[in-house]
């Protein structure tokens, strides 16, 4: 899917995966998902293929991956 230059914020991206935005930047600190962008203040920016991985973290976690676990995978399907 291609992304056409659009950013969300990160409470926008909360929304939409259903997850919330503590466990978002959790994800960018650990290195599951990185924004795709930056504000001038630092505001992290997500693009649509940024809230498809932080959905495919999301299915994972039931499945009890660990965090080392998904980002191998991630890793492996980039």
């Not at 914020?9 to 503590?22: D, M």
């Amino acid at each position: 899917m291609t992304d056409d230059g659009v950013h969300m914020q990160i409470g926008q991206v909360a929304q939409r995966t259903e997850l919330s935005i503590r466990t978002v930047r959790h994800y960018d600190d650990v290195g599951l998902v990185t924004p795709s962008a930056r504000t001038v203040g630092g505001f992290r920016l997500y693009t649509e293929s940024d809230v498809e991985r932080l959905l495919v973290i999301r299915r994972m976690k039931p499945l009890d991956f660990t965090l080392a676990e998904m980002k191998q995978l991630l890793e492996s399907l980039d």
